[in-house]
């Protein structure tokens, strides 16, 4: 092989290698306020057109938002006071969106074809195009569920047995005042909705 086609092969390589890497990021798209990725403990704050990358955490200060897009379409909306973390994915395993503390709005993409997995400490949710709110209350031991559009199974960590699937305008909580196990979904007002909402409103 002559040196020119060693050149192109190591390009293709490096190409796909590169299209591959940057599968799996994703970009801030809005910011208000202040936020934060941290790698191994070295914070930088962000800026709109920054990535984030597999195996980094995201921190917003209060009164904060920063607006997160897959390249695949896929939005998450971090609220104030929280805090996301995106652990690496393994082969063949499905991608994991885990919300620390906080709270977030999940807009999955229409064409999603692997939704990852969005759990907090105690829940996981089982998602396909799917638009909905996030909250974990560490301290309190509490996870919550409010689903706007779409299908969402909202299910216990410690109990794979343990699930309920929402329908769109219904609420799901797990942990502290809500027991230890996945209560029956309660329907919301169209006017709580909006109020929920409204916390997450960016250009």
Known sequence: MGNRQISVAFSLVLFFFCACASANNWKVEFLKGKAAS???????????????????????????????KHSNGTQVVVGPSSQLALPKKKAKKTSIIYLVKGKLRYIGALDEKEAPQVRTKTVSTAIRGTDFMLVSTPFLGESEIVLFEGKVRFLNLADSKDFQDLKPGQWGG??????????????????????????????
């Open 174 to 203: 797990h942990g502290g005042r809500f027991g230890s196990t996945i209560k029956k979904p309660i329907d919301l007002p169209a006017s709580v909705l909006d109020t929920f909402k409204a916390q997450f409103l960016v250009k």
């Open 38 to 68: 941290y790698v191994k403990k070295e914070k930088t704050f962000l800026k709109v057109g920054d990535e984030v990358h597999e195996g980094q955490a995201v921190l917003t200060a209060n009164s904060s938002l920063v607006k997160l």
